[in-house]
DNA sequence: CCTACCGATCGGTAGG
DNA sequence: CCTACCGATCGGTAGG
């Protein structure tokens, strides 16, 4: 009985996720939507406003996503390392258990109008701030290097994370945990093998 | 004296390149194409035989910049980390000096019809073992650690010089070299403080 | 949720 | 390189 009906506009949303991820928001057309889930393309409006109404709660969808997995790691007390595994872990789940929507985010925002682009371009900032404080705050405690240049560190976190919507495979030989671990790993410790060995 | 006119060609190129990366590939009519250029939509088809041979010829020509930037390198004989380091400065490079096509590169390979969009996967395949050969050669010769997980520290190296297209401004703080030099530091030695202090 | 339809726009072509 | 046009398809609506 794991036929219980979602909500048909849930399942409009899914449907969406997956087309707009696959092919790109303007390469979908309603009517390819609408085949997906066994109706005409005139019905999709009894259920949604329009076509950007999908796109801008996906991509809104998907920031919260992130913004409910990384702030609440704001104020917790942690050492600056754990807070960074920690940190990488959240991230990389969240476009795991969302690769569609994650893709979707990553991919498309640039075609929404002006507002909610906007928005993704102000939620962006707050995310790059989360990385940058974590790391000043390394720094500051004597965790991390004295000499960390925390833009470009926090870059680099980002573009490890963020990039993993171009790679991972649910379901495949990694976890979410082992890419975290792994990329946390190397960050922090580096590639280079002891000066002494 | 400036004004030497590119062939019309290149021209139809260039402004196809800068179109695809700001409004995608789906979202650029052949009508904004040749408004841009100043002749009217039918007129393009005296120059190109139609829309996908700009998208297949401008992702062609970024991947070939990406390899004639990295495949010199590969039998150069250089420690593991300068040799990491003069590659991912090239590779930014490349992404750098062609933010455009670059952006469409990344962006738009997934709207490539069956034959270039398999070029793409099977060129990618190449650039990831380049990356992995020159992580093993330096696990293998001592100067990187023993217990690194190649795939992995190639994943990540990409990840850095790939994601560099959606946030370098060319002419900006940063030049190619300073990215370069900033990553390949952090990657090489790791975030950590030394534990001695 | 369907049928039938709207005006607009798409990539591309014919003929000059 | 332009004018004029093709059939196809787009997002969306009216009326039921």
Do not use: C
């Not at 950007?52 to 913004?67: C, N, P, T, Y």
């Not at 595994?85 to 929507?101: K, T």
């Not at 993993?164 to 410790?189: C, H, I, K, N």
Request: charged share 25%; net charge negative.
């Amino acid at each position: 009985m794991t036929e219980t009906t979602k909500p048909r506009r849930e399942q409009i949303h899914d449907v969406a996720s997956r087309l707009f991820s696959e092919r790109g928001y303007h390469a979908t057309s309603m009517r390819d939507l609408a085949g997906q889930l066994g109706m005409q393309g005139g019905s999709l409006y009894a259920h949604i406003s329009g076509k950007e109404e999908l796109l801008v709660e996906i991509v809104r969808g998907a920031s919260q996503q992130f913004d409910e997995a990384l702030f609440s790691l704001r104020d917790v007390n942690l050492p600056a390392d754990e807070k960074l595994r920690e940190a990488m872990f959240r991230h990389i789940q969240v476009v795991a258990d969302n690769m569609d929507s994650a893709t979707v985010f990553f991919h498309e925002w640039k075609h929404l109008s002006a507002e909610p682009y906007a928005q993704v371009v102000a939620w962006r900032d707050t995310i790059d701030i989360f990385y940058r404080d974590l790391v000043a705050q390394g720094v500051r405690d004597g965790t991390f290097r004295a000499d960390l240049d925390v833009r470009a560190a926090a870059n680099l976190i980002l573009s490890a994370v963020n990039w993993t919507y171009t790679w991972y495979r649910p379901g495949g030989r990694l976890s979410p945990r082992d890419v975290a671990e792994q990329f946390a790993d190397m960050l922090l410790s580096g590639l280079m093998a002891g000066e002494l060995q």
